[in-house]
């Protein structure tokens, strides 16, 4: 079998639930990667060895990092300054990934973007984080410090000639500030409604310059690139996607929780192997397996490998963040999308009108079904909303994704929906 | 007025930035660190030292959810009412808080001790269903083990 059991995200984190110091961190061959590149590498075959590694984003839309990093122009003649920043706000319903690497190992993801950084020859970086998340923000806090005390980050990195500041920004909640147009006008201090794009944030980003928005957990894998190389990377993985992932799987399993597994894994895997299965007198009715903005999946596709392909080619779904959340028996198919839409439609940022007006819509049709109210003709209101919100129908992809699990429903749990009209109840609630 | 300390830590935070509003977020949550809230004032205040119209910040002080722009209790309670705290039983916990406390959802207790708001998903997912009081992470949390954590925010 292709694949290993290597960690290398997650191996190093101390089980007793501290943040690994600068001390533990060298001492498990970190920021050697740093070393060797600015040693021995160019940016261009920083860029070129994350692009043979594979290595996609992981905040979702599984866009390769290499080709992304290519976008911002470097050498002689390239604007200055340039900035890169890592998309710490982890609020896709169902992840808490990152989190779990950036308290776990926060050096690990400093030294990442470093990497990142002087691949596209960045003046600045910043860490984007949720509010929510504090006690990564001190941790991260704390790991900066010992970075620049060891001369990690400033005038000379590492002792080379490439200087580089790392900062902070603390944001304040909205699940709209991970769409990275947003990010940039949440950090900037303006409100964070999506940019129209082109131009794109690799030309055109923070304060109108080049600007690469990678996610913490994409920032994570590329010292290990770096490091070991690209074909011990791919070699992790059980498909043609590089590297390792960190799932996550909640609801009413045995063991809720994360866990580092080879790219490909499958869902049944995730789901009995690691997840422990579910809980006593409860069944899998189906899996939402990307986090809140992917189509359900039902049993019978266990089977499929959670990658970026084919997630989407055999699932009719996506691998999202690779956050999965498990719908059993015994809860309400109607009840959980209705949860979705009414927090799709909270964080809608209001700035376009099919997303601002679409999702509480939507939102309230299926509480009207959810508690007795519905009629059959909301059914295909509810389905001409999915088109209606539909990719390219609004300025960014907050509400495609919300009416992800909305479409996958419709048509998986059919009867279900149509149990609540004609009963007049939800057949769940006793 | 902001005082001294308001003043410093807001120039400190604004540092970071090539541009003074970036910092506008911080300073905010330095001014709300201290009173809880941020008032009208204060909002006219800071905007004048970031090279803002007091309607712009306002502007992204009412977008965030964790930016007050009322008076809230001496502790607030956030309850995450995502999806899998939603299917691990929030409204068992929602239920049990409302009738402990008295007060429905965005409503603070008549001697201003707790504040009690819904949260879209704090990231907790493994620890459903979910609870954070003033940044502090509890869960799993049981309907009666409410008493208990409630006692410890005086």
């Not at chain 1, 604007?79 to 779990?100: C, Q, T, W, Y």
């Not at chain 2, 708001?117 to 997912?125: F, T, V």
Request: aromatic content about 8%; overall charge negative; hydrophobic content about 40%.
């Amino acid at each position: 079998m292709k694949g290993s059991v290597e960690k290398p995200l997650t191996g190093d984190i101390r089980s007793d639930g501290k943040a690994l110091s600068l001390a533990e961190y060298e001492k498990a061959g970190g920021y050697s990667a740093l070393r060797k590149v600015l040693k021995e590498m160019t940016p261009k075959e920083v860029q070129d060895a994350v692009k043979a590694a594979n290595l996609r984003g992981r905040g979702g839309a599984g866009f390769p990092t290499g080709m992304k990093w290519s976008f911002t122009p470097i050498g002689e003649g390239a604007p200055h300054p340039k900035f890169l920043i890592s998309n710490s706000d982890e609020m896709e319903p169902g992840a808490f990934k990152d989190r779990v690497l950036m308290e776990g190992n926060p050096h690990q993801l400093i030294e990442g973007m470093i990497i990142a950084a002087y691949a596209i020859e960045a003046d600045a970086a910043y860490i984007f984080l949720r509010w929510a998340y504090g006690e990564s923000g001190s941790r991260i806090a704390s790991a900066l410090k010992e970075a620049y005390q060891a001369a990690y980050l400033g005038p000379s990195v590492a002792g080379s000639a490439y200087r580089l500041d790392m900062h902070v920004h603390v944001s304040a909640g909205r699940y709209i500030c991970g769409e990275e147009t947003a990010l940039l006008n949440a950090l900037e201090g303006r409100r964070a409604v999506p940019r129209a794009k082109p131009p794109f944030p690799g030309t055109n980003g923070l304060w109108g310059r080049p600007t690469v928005v990678n996610n913490a957990e994409t920032l994570a894998n590329v010292p290990h690139i770096l490091k070991n190389g690209p074909e011990w990377y791919k070699g992790l993985s059980l498909s043609a996607d590089g590297g390792t992932k960190v799932y996550t799987v909640s609801g009413r399993v045995r063991r809720p929780g994360f866990w580092e597994l080879p790219m490909g894994t499958t869902i049944r895997d995730l789901l009995e192997e690691h997840a422990g299965g579910m809980v006593e007198g409860r069944t899998a009715r189906a899996v939402i397996p990307g986090g809140g903005s992917t189509e359900f999946v039902l049993p019978e596709l266990f089977d499929t490998p959670m990658t970026f392909d084919v997630m989407e080619k055999q699932a009719g779904s996506r691998l999202g963040t690779g956050t999965m959340i498990v719908l059993d028996d015994a809860t309400c198919p109607v009840g959980i999308v209705r949860n979705l839409e009414a927090f799709f439609a909270r964080e809608s940022c209001g700035w376009c009108t099919p997303c601002r007006d679409g999702l509480p819509w939507i939102a309230r049709i299926l509480g009207d079904i959810e508690e007795g109210r519905g009629r059959r003709e909301d059914l295909e209101v509810l389905a001409e909303h999915t088109w209606l919100l539909k990719m390219h129908h609004t300025y960014c992809a907050l509400a495609p994704g919300a009416i992800e699990p909305l479409a996958s429903a419709l048509k998986l749990f059919e009867a279900d929906f149509i149990h609540h009209i004609e009963e007049k109840r939800c057949p769940y609630r006793h | 007025m902001l005082t001294e300390d308001e003043l410093k830590t807001i120039e400190e935070a604004v540092k970071i930035y090539p541009h003074r509003r970036a910092g506008c977020v911080e300073a905010m949550r330095a001014v709300q660190e201290k009173r809880g809230w941020v008032g009208d004032a204060e909002i006219g205040e800071i905007a004048a030292l970031l090279g803002m119209t007091a309607d712009e910040l306002d502007g992204v002080a009412t977008f965030y959810p964790f930016i007050f722009r009322r008076p809230v209790g001496r502790h607030v309670i956030c309850v995450c009412d995502s999806v899998a705290c939603w299917v691990m039983g929030h409204e068992t916990v929602l239920d049990a808080l409302k009738n402990r406390l008295g007060v429905p959802l965005g409503g603070t207790t008549a001697d201003g001790r707790f504040t009690l708001l819904p949260i879209s998903c704090i990231g907790a997912c493994d620890r459903a269903p979910a609870v954070m009081i003033d940044g502090d992470l509890h869960g799993p949390v049981a309907p009666d083990a409410i008493p208990a954590i409630l006692g410890r925010y005086k």
